[in-house]
Nanobody
Framework: QVQLVESGGGLVQAGGSLRLSCAAS????????MAWYRQAPGKQRDVVAI???????NYVDSVKGRFTIYRDNAKNTVYLQMDSLKPEDTAVYYC?????????????WGQGTQVTVSS
C-alpha cells in the first residue's frame, strides 16, 4: 500500500499564495508521475498540473503562469506553489501518484485538502 498525505490548504484572499505538499510513503520502487487535481462543488475532478520523474511538467490553461508544480524525489514529495490565486481556484485539491510496485503500476490518491480563495 501507498499513502499520500497532503498539507498546505486553507483560506486566502484573492491575489494571495498557498503551497500544497504531498508526501508519499509505503511500498513502491519508484514514483513515475505525480499530479494535482481539484474538484469544486458540483463539478468533476479535473487535473491541474502533472510532473514526471524527470521533472517535465504540464498545466491546465487556467493556471499557467500562476501555479508551479515541482517534486523532491529524495523525499517522495510533490508540491504545488499557487500564486495570484483567484476565487475560481476554490476547490478541494487532491494529490495523485502513479507508482511502480511489485505487481506493476498502481494509482493512488490523497485525502484532499481544501483551498478557499475569498474575493
Amino acid at each position: 500500500q501507498v499513502q499520500l498525505v497532503e498539507s498546505g490548504g486553507g483560506l486566502v484572499q484573492a491575489g494571495g499564495s498557498l503551497r500544497l505538499s504531498c508526501a508519499a510513503s509505503g511500498n513502491f520502487f519508484v514514483i513515475n508521475v505525480m499530479a494535482w487535481y481539484r474538484q469544486a462543488p458540483g463539478k468533476q475532478r479535473d487535473v491541474v498540473a502533472i510532473i514526471n520523474s524527470g521533472g517535465s511538467s504540464n498545466y491546465v490553461d487556467s493556471v499557467k503562469g500562476r501555479f508551479t508544480i515541482y517534486r523532491d524525489n529524495a523525499k517522495n514529495t510533490v508540491y504545488l506553489q499557487m500564486d495570484s490565486l483567484k476565487p475560481e481556484d476554490t476547490a478541494v485539491y487532491y494529490c495523485n501518484a502513479v507508482v511502480q510496485q511489485v505487481g506493476g503500476l498502481a494509482n493512488y490518491w490523497g485525502q484532499g485538502t481544501q483551498v478557499t480563495v475569498s474575493s
